[in-house]
């Protein structure tokens, strides 16, 4: 990868994990269901209601703000909240750019790129077999951002970071079961033996349907 990608690409990998301090973990998971900590987010407002420092405040107000908890309104900021009918609009948006990336790798010697592919790959079925939604959510989000990183462009990794935040992974997980996982799985081994072979099409579905119908592989 050059330099600028690969500066994105593992700034975005780092963020997708779950939080390392307990507290904060329990308030993503609450913005998660739908939930308000605070009429607004505020950093005094989360260490009040949590118990915690001043500084604690600090450290989880920017925890939830850069994985997407947090939007910023025009004067003030909100807890981000998404209504179940416009996920699937959210996930679109998503698999557009995932099918663009796909669609350009199809033109391109991606070889370099294969091995960090397929360790992410590798890394997402063996979450998925677990059968947890969260933790199989985040491992595949990594690999889609290594796939969408494959091309080299920055400036789509950038929309594509944009859109694919941590947030819309917690969300997604409340809806998920095991079959959606096993279906998924099977997705991306399919996804993933297509890449940069120019069967384009095929590939871009197998990574739509883990976005927008998950237990229904398209093309296995």
Request: net charge positive.
């Amino acid at each position: 990868m050059e330099r600028g990608v690969s500066h994105l690409y593992r700034a975005a990998i780092e963020k997708m994990a779950k939080s390392a301090d307990h507290e904060v973990e329990k308030l993503r998971r609450a913005i998660a269901r739908g939930e308000r900590p605070s009429p607004l987010p505020d950093p005094e407002a989360l260490a009040r209601i949590t118990n915690n420092s001043k500084d604690w405040g600090e450290y989880a107000f920017a925890d939830l703000r850069g994985a997407g908890f947090v939007r910023n309104e025009l004067l003030q900021f909100d807890w981000v909240q998404i209504d179940p009918s416009r996920v699937g609009d959210e996930l679109a948006t998503v698999a557009g750019i995932e099918a663009r990336s796909i669609i350009r790798l199809s033109l391109m010697n991606c070889a370099n790129a294969m091995p960090e592919i397929e360790r992410r790959l590798q890394s997402f079925v063996q979450a998925a077999a677990g059968g947890k939604p969260l933790a199989s959510l985040l491992a595949h989000q990594k690999l889609m951002f290594a796939v969408v990183a494959a091309t080299g462009e920055v400036n789509l990794l950038e929309e594509y970071a944009k859109r694919a935040r941590v947030a819309l992974v917690y969300i997604r997980s409340l809806s998920l079961e095991r079959k959606d996982l096993e279906g998924m799985s099977a997705s991306a081994q399919a996804m993933v033996s297509k890449l940069c072979d120019g069967n384009a099409r095929d590939c871009a579905a197998d990574a739509t349907s883990m976005r927008l119908h998950p237990r229904r592989p398209a093309l296995v």
